[in-house]
């Protein structure tokens, strides 16, 4: 029989604590510093140790099966059959270093996506030399004591040694229903999850707080052996590279379909050689296909994932950068997002005493304004040096009163926080006395409260009265922006087991106001939002005066808007918040659940809307992966909430949010920019082909095959990458977000690349090549093979056909640049990038003309100076003509 392989990588889960720490050495204070480092130099850095990846010749494998490949397979068998085996090699060699050079992209892509996780380093708070400390989850070795509370993703295999949470065990046994662990449980079950005092490295906790004892770390985890069974997903492609794909389709079938329909024209009406119809058709072929395009759209979506990454948005995946440009709303949290998420308390009512500003230190509290420190300091997780400011101004200003309840020694229980009840209570033992402190929403609070503190401690009972004055005393607080936290106590026999049976029959001891500044760039953000057609929907937990306040001061809303609460909400049908939200009116979400937000932001995409929807808790995390982007608070935010968005952002500010949205548009705006410009030199390369096979055969081919290949792999490809980091065009965030069914590829883009830039520039290199000919004295019909007297000159033609289509993509690049303004308004040399690219090509195509084994090759030979001169003028020709276009529709 084979041996049950224990929990938490060998260690016992039913061994004593005191045994557990004699086996781990280590004790309930953890680790020294010096130790930690010892044991991490043992064990290695907790980390999973990558999977090997794919190896190369798959990912050139996948190349060759693309569709824009396929098509050049069919041309190089074509040629095979037709006898020129050295245009087959040329073509086979084409598909291998597309190949190459498409999966070298990808990888560079890949390890760019990979580098954002420096961005997002996870920590662990462990205890070091008895003091808490945040160190990096790598560092974590058999032995920490680790702190694990709401929202945390537990870093290690662990075993509680106080304290009692909810986890969510999904990652490793695929079952969504959160379980319950605690360090008095039963070890019990047949495997290592069942056990029920274990915690697992990959795990989310989503509710209460405990400490535990790290037993396994890296390889040796539970995940770390599932890792070691499972080979990593692949790629998913982008709705871009879909509709990319499909197109090469379209690219292919039309291709095919002019080299069948033309071959038999050409052999049948114009009594075309076999050998020439051949030609013929791979010149279709190859001239219809544009080799770079793949790769270069992957390279333009990395850089812009870079770009992001480096302004505070960590974009996951490739595909959001698409996605961003076409956000229309926005739905906002307050606290932290809009606001500096620095918190103080400006007001405090104890009793029937309003303080305003609050008593600052050194203040002798009376009995009620003392009781109300106690509660505060009791009631409260945070640390005074750093955490939820919402807590940490709280638990200072107590601090301030002389009130400290450092480490929480009399705390007998918890109720955390619930996003529902909006409410938080702890139970605590203080002296001989057991009390439970409570606090949260002040509705909530006074709602459940039938007694009142007076200014000596003494209670008496709440009448109506006393609660319509705190109602109002709330409602003017939160009518200045400020947050109001209500707290409440109740002295208790016993420990209750219910939350109902606990927070009930309060005594009312007041309530504190806070403020948080708006953040100081926040205004222009939300003023570009409205330019560019972006809705801002606030979505917060606050109370609505407060949420209306903040968004009149940051702009959002103008006038009074509409403020629907959390029960309003929650009373309302699908249909009637879509009624709502279609409305497009001002409209302030407050004192609304987590739960709630995933409502709104199903009602939106209903409504057909692209959504990005922000969030930091743990219950946050469905609205985020329902929205079409999920933001999530890179500082403040909970591990489970940053795994389930799309984009973190780094630091946790909305502006961030409207710079990712422009440069999603930029991003996207690009990847438009360079199909224009491969797809533009699709019709001088095809064009050239019908001429020849349109006048059966009198005019010669204006133009080689391998002159295609060199112009489509040399001479293209890197103006075209240099368009993918084009700098935003003006107007960018002035005109309203793009449809979600618009394509990257329309009809407009179609006729302006093929029916207005192509045409002209064929019609330019049609004007080179005969004004050669012509020159040489040529004829319809006249002998331009080898050996004849016009072959020197028909070579020199064809040369000139391939430096006249260089010269034009110069002009197309220039006006591929943008799509409304004007080149001068954005600088002709800002694209520094475009400028080597031209460069480069420039010198390629003189290298392809000068250099005789090239020329060999290539079939080249360098025109006439006079020919050459004629050139100059194509760039601006090309870029002139889509400028005069261009200034037409603007005036329109």
């Given at each position: ?47 999973l ?18 569709p ?25 060699v ?47 070795v ?40 605690a ?7 047949h ?22 004892t ?8 539970e995940?770390g ?44 009406v114009?009594g ?14 190859v ?13 333009a ?7 992001l ?5 960590v ?9 961003l ?6 739905c ?25 500003p ?59 926080f ?21 606090k ?100 917060t ?8 306040a903040?968004?009149r ?8 808007p ?12 699908a ?25 709104i932001a ?24 329902r ?9 403040t ?13 780094t630091?946790?500010?909305?502006a ?78 002035d ?48 002998s ?8 020197d ?23 591929a ?67 005069l ?8």
């Amino acid at each position: 029989m084979a041996q049950q392989r224990e929990p938490g990588g060998g260690v016992d889960p039913r061994v004593p604590l005191d045994r557990l720490f004699q086996d781990l050495r280590t004790g309930p204070d953890g680790l020294s510093t010096a130790e930690a480092r010892r044991r991490l130099a043992e064990h290695g850095p907790n980390e999973l140790r990558r999977q090997r990846r794919r190896g190369w010749w798959r990912e050139v494998g996948r190349q060759v099966v693309h569709p824009l490949a396929l098509l050049l397979w069919i041309a190089a068998a074509l040629a095979w059959i037709s006898g020129t085996t050295v245009l087959a090699v040329a073509i086979l060699v084409v598909i291998a270093l597309n190949a190459l050079f498409a999966s070298v992209q990808e990888r560079q892509a890949e390890r760019a996506v990979e580098a954002l996780t420096r961005y997002l380093p996870r920590h662990a708070r462990v205890r070091r030399d008895g003091r808490w400390a945040e160190v990096p989850a790598a560092e974590l070795v058999p032995g920490d004591l680790l702190a694990v509370g709401e929202g945390d993703r537990i870093s290690a295999d662990a075993r509680l040694v106080d304290g009692d949470v909810e986890v969510d065990l999904s990652a490793l046994t695929g079952e969504s229903q959160p379980v319950h662990r605690a360090a008095d449980a039963p070890a019990g079950g047949h495997g290592p999850t069942e056990a029920g005092n274990l915690l697992f490295s990959g795990t989310n906790c989503l509710s209460g707080q405990g400490r535990a004892t790290v037993l396994t770390t890296g390889m040796r985890t539970e995940l770390g052996r599932i890792a070691a069974l499972t080979q990593r997903v692949g790629r998913d492609e982008s709705p871009l590279e879909k509709q990319v794909r499909r197109i090469a389709w379209l690219i292919a079938a039309v291709a095919v379909g002019a080299g069948l329909v033309f071959f038999p024209i050409g052999v049948l009406v114009a009594g075309m050689p076999t050998s020439d119809a051949f030609a013929f058709a791979i010149g279709l072929l190859v001239a219809n296909v544009p080799e770079g395009l793949l790769p270069t759209i992957t390279l333009a979506l990395a850089v812009g994932v870079r770009q992001l990454a480096r302004a505070g948005a960590v974009v996951k995946r490739l595909s959001a950068v698409e996605t961003l440009g076409s956000t229309d709303v926005i739905c906002t949290d307050k606290t932290g997002t809009l606001t500096e998420n620095r918190m103080r308390v400006v007001a405090v009512r104890a009793a029937d005493t309003l303080l305003d500003p609050a008593p600052g230190a050194g203040t002798r509290p009376d009995a009620a304004l003392r009781a109300l420190a106690v509660a505060l300091a009791a009631c409260n997780n945070a640390d005074p040096e750093g955490g939820d400011p919402t807590e940490v101004a709280p638990l200072r200003f107590a601090a301030d009163l002389g009130v400290t309840d450092a480490g929480h020694p009399g705390r007998r229980t918890q109720f955390a926080f619930d996003p529902k009840l909006r409410l938080m209570s702890t139970v605590d033992q203080v002296g001989d006395q057991l009390w439970l402190h409570t606090k949260g929403a002040p509705e909530e609070v006074l709602r459940r409260c039938t007694r009142v503190v007076a200014a000596d401690g003494s209670e008496r009972a709440l009448d109506e009265a006393y609660r319509r004055g705190v109602d109002a005393a709330v409602t003017a607080q939160a009518g200045q922006g400020r947050r109001v936290l209500g707290v409440a106590r109740r002295r208790l026999a016993t420990v209750p087991q219910r939350r109902a049976d606990a927070e009930r029959e309060l005594t009312c001891l007041g309530f504190v106001a806070m403020v948080d500044p708006p953040r100081p760039e926040v205004p222009e953000a939300v003023a570009r939002c409205h330019t560019a057609g972006i809705r801002i929907i606030m979505v917060t937990g606050d109370h609505g005066l407060t949420a209306a306040a903040i968004a009149r001061q940051v702009g959002i809303v103008r006038g009074e808007p509409t403020v629907v609460t959390g029960e309003q909400l929650d009373a309302m049908t699908a249909d009637q918040l879509r009624h709502l939200l279609g409305e497009r009116r001002e409209v302030v979400f407050a004192r609304v659940s987590p739960e709630a937000k995933l409502h709104i932001a199903e009602a939106l995409r209903a409504n057909h809307e692209v959504v990005a929807m922000t969030g930091d808790g743990v219950n946050d995390a469905p609205a985020l992966r329902r929205a079409d982007i999920g933001v999530a608070m890179g500082r403040t935010g909970t591990d489970v909430t940053r795994e389930a968005a799309t984009m973190v952002l780094t630091d946790d500010n909305f502006a961030t949010i409207v710079a990712a949205v422009a440069a999603g548009r930029r991003v996207y705006d690009n990847v438009r920019k360079f199909i224009l410009y491969i797809f533009a030199h699709a019709t001088p390369e095809v064009v050239p082909f019908l001429v020849f096979a349109l006048s059966a055969g009198a005019v010669p081919l204006p133009l080689t095959v391998l002159q295609i290949l060199a112009i489509d792999l040399g001479t293209e490809t890197l103006p075209a990458l240099a368009l993918g980091r084009e700098p935003a065009e003006p107007g960018l965030m002035d005109r309203p977000p793009r449809r979600r069914s618009d394509k990257v590829v329309n009809a407009p883009m179609l006729a302006r690349a093929w029916g207005f830039l192509g045409l002209i520039s064929a019609v330019l290199v049609l004007a080179g090549f005969f004004a050669v000919l012509l020159r040489a004295g040529w004829r319809p019909g006249a002998s331009t093979g080898p050996g004849s007297a016009l072959h020197d000159a028909y070579q020199e033609a064809t040369t000139m056909t391939f430096l006249g289509i260089v010269a034009c993509q110069v002009g197309t690049a220039f006006a591929a640049r943008t799509e409304h303004a004007s080149l001068w308004r954005i600088g002709v040399f800002s694209n520094r990038l475009l400028l080597w690219g031209i460069a480069f090509e420039l010198v390629f195509a003189a290298l392809v003309v000068t250099v005789p084994p090239l020329r060999e090759l290539f079939g080249t030979r360098p025109p006439q100076p006079a020919m050459l001169a004629l050139l100059l003028a194509f760039p601006p020709i090309v870029w002139g003509a889509d400028e005069l276009r261009r200034a037409a529709r603007r005036r329109r």
